[in-house]
């Protein structure tokens, strides 16, 4: 039970070590996020530096015409794949989020584990202690009953030498009986 309660507190950390390091790639993502619409707010200011230039005199506005437009579609493209790039990094910070929330339950559910795990450990822990204290309450016992035996076996052994010397002295006086008998018979 203490080696899956080790292995829970393991995961646990894992767990922890995984929400950290999804915090952290948030966080790294954010920035990104931060940076490119910083670029793309510097672009469009630039663009428009460019544009106000640009417009300053008819004869330089017509022969940049084409050169403009060319810029404006390239930042165009820049721009919108600066957007799509936002849209992308937003959805993987979308998708994060949801992991960081899901690892958060897993992690929740796994400390509820845990300690239910350590309920049963400190119950299991007060049945043995009492088990032991029971256990050494017999062991008093049965030494006061060896006692008690070893008594009882000697006390039969001193019985059965005495029932064993009553015996030859019944046999022996049995015998002075017939012997004294048989004289008076033989007085008679």
């Known amino acids: 039970m ?46 428009k530096k460019r544009e106000e230039k640009f417009l300053k005199t008819i004869e330089e506005q017509k022969r940049l015409i084409k050169k403009r437009e060319d810029e404006i579609k390239q930042q165009a493209i820049i721009i919108a794949e600066k957007q799509a790039k936002i849209e992308e990094q937003q959805q993987e910070i979308n998708e994060l989020k949801m992991q960081v929330k899901k690892l958060e339950k897993e ?13 049963k450990i400190a119950e299991l822990e007060k049945r043995v202690a009492s088990l032991k204290a029971a256990c050494e309450k017999l062991k008093v016992e049965l030494k006061e009953k060896e006692a008690e035996i070893s008594e009882l076996k000697e006390a039969a052994t001193k019985y059965v030498q005495r029932i064993a010397e009553l015996e030859t002295r019944v046999e022996r006086l049995t015998q002075d009986l017939a012997t004294t008998k048989e004289e008076l018979k033989q007085r008679m």
């Open 2 to 47: 203490k080696a899956e309660i080790v292995e829970k507190e393991q995961h646990i950390e894992r767990l922890r070590e995984t929400v950290r390091t999804l915090e952290g790639k948030l966080e790294a993502k954010q920035k990104e996020l931060e940076q490119a619409q910083e670029d793309l707010r510097i672009e469009k200011e630039e663009a």
């Open 107 to 119: 992690l929740e559910k796994v400390q509820k584990q845990l300690e239910e795990a350590q309920k």
